[in-house]
């Protein structure tokens, strides 16, 4: 089944405690992306790649690191995470071909920051 | 710059209902646009999408029309349902194959 899927669904962890969330995708897909979902502000871009070892920052990146070492793998890291991290975290890929493919979401990850 | 200008929800509904869901969006040129669907406890699917100027995207009963006089998208179906219950995202591209989101509206039909 084609899918994209991230881990964990769910943490809560503590200020400056370094975690990685884990995404994944067997589609095949050159690009990728992770948004983070907060109430009253939609979905906002931390970061994108738009194929192995080519990332680049979105319109929030403060705070987050990204890795493509892998055409499948793309895991956002937050070195020293802090409470205005909480909030719901998604990863998307697509093909990157005309640009107007369609994006697959993850399930989403809920992070709790204290 | 990049915007995309959704009506503010939460919209109730009861069932059969007409639904529109405004967005507008600020571009110079003629972006593709998308509508996303968010399920409760799910990520978002693509509704459906249009890439130039007067396509109409539609999916599932739902329809989008194009228009650049208005630099408009709004969402509409002809009678709701229960199960269309979720969060929809207008959306535009951006550059690469980067995606500009609107703050998206809570749609809840019941019965």
């Known amino acids: 089944e084609a899918q994209v899927t991230q881990n964990p669904r769910y943490l809560i962890t503590v200020t400056g405690k370094k975690l990685t969330v884990t995404c994944s995708q067997n589609?095949?897909?050159?690009?990728m992306s992770w948004y983070r979902q907060d109430p009253g502000l939609g979905l906002r871009q931390i970061y994108y790649s738009m194929n192995v070892e080519v990332t680049d920052k979105g319109d929030v990146p403060e705070g987050y690191k990204v890795s493509r070492k892998e055409k499948r793998n793309f895991p956002l890291i937050l070195e020293s995470p802090s409470p205005n991290q909480t909030s719901l975290y998604f990863c998307?890929?697509?093909?990157?071909?005309?640009?107007?493919?369609?994006?697959?979401f993850g399930p989403g990850t809920r992070l709790t920051v204290l | 710059g990049n915007s995309v200008t959704q009506m503010e929800g939460p919209v109730t509904l009861s069932e059969e209902a007409f639904l529109t869901i405004n967005c507008t969006y600020t571009?110079?040129?003629?972006?593709?646009l998308f509508w996303y669907v968010q399920y409760p406890g799910e990520g978002l699917q693509l509704l459906l999408k249009?890439?130039?100027?007067?396509d109409k995207g539609s999916n599932k009963g739902f329809e989008a029309t194009y228009r650049k006089e208005t630099t408009s998208f709004h969402l509409e179906k002809g009678s709701v349902q229960v199960s269309d219950s979720a969060v929809y995202f207008c959306?535009?591209?951006?550059?690469?194959?980067?995606?500009?989101f609107g703050t998206g509206t809570r749609l809840t039909v019941i019965p």
């Open positions: 998307a890929s697509s093909f990157y071909s005309s640009g107007t493919d369609t994006q697959y």
């Open positions: 959306a535009r591209k951006t550059g690469a194959n980067n995606l500009f």
């Open positions: 589609m095949n897909h050159e690009y």
């Open positions: 571009a110079t040129g003629y972006p593709s």
């Open positions: 249009a890439t130039k100027a007067d």
